[in-house]
């Protein structure tokens, strides 16, 4: 299967505390941090960030084969933070045998080697680190690929203070048992009808132990929304938007599961016609578009 050789390129004031007060390496005016210990991850935050504030932290995961300043450069996210005023974390997969960075994140996508790094748990500290670093007020996954996968596996797993995904060219495990009992959480799919890796539609990959499936985009974000209690015929289709540049018109068409969405739960399909795995955006208007999605929906 030729997929995942061509893969991923491009990708309320709280009381101040005292300086004296600070974790060691909370130094007001520093903006830029290495965390993660032995699988280092930068966090960034807003240059005028006031220790004790609340803000809400974002975790950008790449795709298979890339790594965190790609998919940080192709989403523009992490321009978005002075503005918006939230933290990012940008972390990179392990490497298989073949140095190709990938998140093991479901049964189809991506463990090639069977090696089983525990990306739940690094991902789980990376948010509890930041911790010392800014005053959390939440945090939201967006990945593209490999990273959209795991994205959702994070929601399965009921990641700690999770408040949102956005999945580009991604999707879930084909076992619904798999996120058995999972909270539901707001959800932002995007994905190209002609996507030739990661297949709109769902699809498979023969191993040795036979066929290893993952569900399409549309059975994706109905199974969350599902979970969420939304009645899926009730879904409404929105006006179609502008997101590609080399694709004429208005060719994403999103659909909104809200109608009997328990907790204040969303969850949107965007729909890209004749989009492919990685489309042609504009960092800038991607980037404003998904985290002004995730934080205001």
Not at 267 to 277: A, F, K, M, R, V
Request: net charge negative.
């Amino acid at each position: 299967m030729r997929s995942f050789r061509l893969l991923l390129i491009p990708l309320v004031l709280a009381p101040l505390a005292c300086e004296s007060d600070l974790p060691p390496t909370e130094e007001p005016g520093e903006s830029v941090f290495t965390i993660g210990a032995v699988r280092p991850a930068t966090l960034m935050r807003p240059v005028d960030y006031v220790p004790g504030t609340p803000i809400p932290v974002v975790i950008v995961l790449h795709g298979y084969n890339s790594h965190s300043g790609a998919i940080n450069r192709y989403l523009g996210i992490g321009r978005r933070i002075n503005e918006e005023h939230f933290a990012v974390i940008l972390p990179e997969g392990t490497k298989n045998p073949n140095g190709q960075r990938f998140w093991n994140a479901t049964d189809y996508c991506c463990d090639f080697w069977n090696t089983g790094p525990d990306d739940v748990g690094y991902l789980n500290s990376l948010y509890e680190e930041a911790g010392n670093y800014v005053t959390t007020s939440g945090v939201y996954l967006i990945g593209h690929s490999n990273g959209g996968f795991m994205a959702y596996r994070m929601a399965c797993e009921s990641m700690p203070e999770l408040k949102g995904i956005v999945s580009l060219a991604g999707t879930t495990y084909h076992d619904p048992d798999r996120c058995e009992g999972a909270t539901p959480v707001p959800v932002l799919h995007l994905h190209g009808t002609s996507d030739g890796t990661i297949q709109y539609g769902g699809w498979y990959r023969t191993t040795g132990a036979g066929r290893i499936h993952y569900p399409g985009a549309a059975q994706t974000v109905e199974r969350w929304a599902g979970r969420a209690g939304c009645d899926v015929d009730a879904a409404a289709e929105l006006e179609s938007i502008e997101l590609v540049l080399n694709i004429p018109d208005a060719e994403t068409h999103p659909t909104r599961y809200e109608a009997g969405c328990g907790g204040g739960v969303a969850l949107e399909l965007w729909t890209i016609e004749d989009g492919s795995h990685v489309p042609g955006f504009n960092a800038v208007d991607i980037g404003r578009r998904l985290i002004h999605w995730l934080f205001y929906k």
